[in-house]
């Protein structure tokens, strides 16, 4: 089983739309989740962190955490061009452990 | 904004040869991390360090690999002996944050072993 499962896209929306984005994990100590975005050729960008069962707001993006169900979500309102890239979900137990990175779900948004 | 600063951005080697990879990460943060992505597959984590030593370390992270701190604000990754399969973007990461899980990356160093 894999530790962080991602579906793989590509992920077409059109601008302006909502992108979800899914994401679930194996390991039912992790306590960090997280969601970085990747544009291509560059390095992981961190855009939202997650600790506790729930959403979380930050401008436009929106992240859902349900530790029961083992399951990271991320909404994108307001989709732009400048959205697309790699979304990557990771998670960590916290406290200096490893993040395990999900192979990413590409996003392409569509002018 | 603070910066993890990598050198090189790209570095060519012969099979077999040495390489050093340096990072620079923001300063006072108590761990530090390097990571590699092998071209169009995921980030893995290859060590940890905390303290001036290594905290965790992955299966990749074998005896061909050292990172160390040579003079108390850089660290390197050390390749002693490059195969073809070691051609990679390898990041430097500066965790922040709740837990020192948020982490910085830096811009990496693309790795071609030729």
């Known amino acids: 089983q894999k530790e962080v499962e991602q579906n793989s896209g590509p992920l077409s929306v059109p601008e302006g739309a909502i992108a979800s984005l899914n994401c679930t994990y194996s390991d039912r100590v992790s306590q960090s989740f997280f969601w970085y975005r990747q544009y291509s050729g560059k390095s992981p960008e961190l855009i939202m962190s997650?600790?506790?069962?729930g959403d979380k707001e930050d401008g436009r993006f929106t992240a859902q955490l349900n530790k029961a169900s083992q399951y990271v979500s991320l909404l994108i309102r307001d989709s732009q061009p400048s959205d697309s890239a790699t979304y990557l979900c990771?998670?960590?137990?916290?406290?200096?452990?490893?993040?395990?990175f999900g192979a990413g779900t590409r996003l392409f948004v569509k002018a | 904004e603070p910066e993890v600063t990598q050198t090189p951005s790209h570095q060519v080697t012969q099979m077999g040869q040495e390489v050093i990879l340096r990072c620079v990460p923001i300063?006072?943060?108590?761990?530090f991390y390097w990571y590699r992505q092998i071209l169009g597959q995921k980030v893995e984590f290859l060590v940890s360090?905390?303290?001036?030593?290594?905290?965790?370390k992955s299966e990749i992270f074998d005896d061909q690999f050292s990172v160390e701190r040579p003079d108390g604000s850089n660290f390197t990754l050390k390749i002693r002996s490059t195969k073809l399969e070691d051609s990679a973007m390898y990041f430097c990461a500066s965790p922040t944050g709740r837990s020192n899980t948020e982490a910085f990356f830096g811009q990496g160093t693309r790795l071609t072993v030729v």
């Open positions: 300063s006072n943060h108590l761990y």
């Open positions: 997650i600790y506790s069962n």
């Open positions: 360090f905390y303290n001036n030593e290594i905290s965790e």
């Open positions: 990771a998670v960590s137990r916290g406290g200096g452990f490893k993040t395990i």
